[in-house]
Nanobody, 120 residues
């Protein structure tokens, strides 16, 4: 089956940078849209960035100009470059992907999440 695994989270000071990665593996035929979500304690999960199979990107207003989403189709991987980080960016970050498995079934998959903490 398919799984997504995030990496790159950690503790960083305000104004610092982190690069998150999410690799999809398993019985994958093709990957459609890929996204990053985040969820802070006591808050709802929110979409922060997305990238289509054609490379079109979109961002939440709160991260626009600071975050960059990209994908490496050869490696079935999506990245989130986070610059000028703020304490408000502290959350668990989850990757998400729509993909066709080798049985040609389209479904949505989630990673387990990686913690990002922005603090002095």
């Amino acid at each position: 089956q398919v799984q997504l695994v995030e990496s790159g989270g950690g503790l960083v000071q305000p104004g610092g940078s982190l690069r998150l990665s999410c690799a999809a593996s398993g019985s994958i035929f093709s990957i459609s849209d890929m996204r990053w979500y985040r969820q802070a304690p006591g808050q709802q999960r929110e979409l922060v960035a997305g990238v289509t199979s054609g490379g079109s990107t979109s961002y939440a207003d709160s991260v626009k100009g600071r975050f960059t989403i990209s994908r490496d189709n050869a490696k079935n991987t999506v990245h989130l470059q986070m610059n000028s980080l703020k304490p408000e960016d502290t959350a668990v970050y989850y990757c998400n992907a729509d993909l066709w498995d080798t049985r040609r079934r389209l479904d949505v998959y989630w990673g387990q999440g990686t913690q990002v903490t922005v603090s002095s």
